[in-house]
């Protein structure tokens, strides 16, 4: 098909588009919108469009979003048992573990369980948790004091 006139690059997946692009060999395009999509590239010619390229796809992942504070936490005891349950937040970015924080250090990882339970020597208590995921960490809630006699 004679000289090369320009390019085109479809797209398809998360959007489906076409941009026409010209006479280049590179190009940029800011705000990819998050999903997965395949792209293929055929050159335009005096008498219209050539095959297009192999399919290349790539995944544009979403912005990175640490949780926020867990919510309706609740610290209880029956006799040495303690009993700490949560909600995740339903805002911020998802909770993919938690923490169980005693005077504010973290001794307990509960592998994304929202209840952890067990005995306990006496002493008082001073408990709260925090969300994590791989952008961070949330605020930690309220302490909640309980005392064992």
Same mark, same amino acid.
């Given at each position: 098909? !004679?000289?090369?006139? @320009?390019?085109?690059?479809?797209? /398809?997946? +998360?959007?489906?588009?076409?941009? /026409?692009? !010209?006479?280049?060999?590179?190009?940029?395009? *800011?705000?990819?919108?998050?999903? =997965? %999509?395949?792209?293929?590239?055929?050159?335009?010619?005096?008498? @219209?469009? @050539? #095959?297009? /390229?192999? #399919?290349?796809?790539?995944?544009?992942?979403?912005?990175?979003?640490?949780?926020?504070?867990? &919510?309706?936490? =609740? #610290?209880?005891?029956? *006799?040495?048992?303690?009993?700490?349950?949560?909600?995740?937040? +339903? $805002?911020?970015?998802? #909770?993919? *573990? %938690?923490?169980?924080?005693?005077? !504010?250090?973290?001794?307990? &990882?509960?592998?994304?369980?929202?209840?952890?339970?067990?005995?306990? @020597?006496?002493?008082? %208590?001073?408990?709260?948790?925090?969300?994590?995921?791989?952008?961070?960490?949330?605020? +930690? &809630?309220?302490?909640?004091?309980? $005392?064992?006699?």
């Amino acid at each position: 098909g !004679g000289p090369l006139v @320009g390019v085109r690059l479809l797209v /398809s997946g +998360a959007a489906e588009t076409v941009l /026409s692009l !010209g006479r280049v060999s590179q190009f940029r395009f *800011d705000g990819v919108p998050p999903g =997965t %999509y395949t792209f293929r590239i055929p050159p335009e010619g005096p008498s @219209g469009p @050539g #095959a297009p /390229s192999a #399919a290349v796809t790539l995944t544009f992942p979403g912005t990175c979003q640490r949780p926020d504070m867990p &919510t309706w936490f =609740t #610290a209880g005891r029956s *006799d040495r048992r303690l009993t700490l349950r949560w909600e995740p937040s +339903a $805002t911020g970015g998802a #909770a993919t *573990d %938690y923490e169980v924080l005693l005077n !504010g250090v973290p001794v307990v &990882t509960t592998g994304g369980a929202r209840e952890v339970s067990g005995e306990v @020597g006496p002493g008082t %208590y001073a408990l709260a948790i925090r969300a994590v995921n791989g952008c961070g960490l949330s605020e +930690a &809630t309220p302490i909640q004091t309980v $005392t064992v006699p």
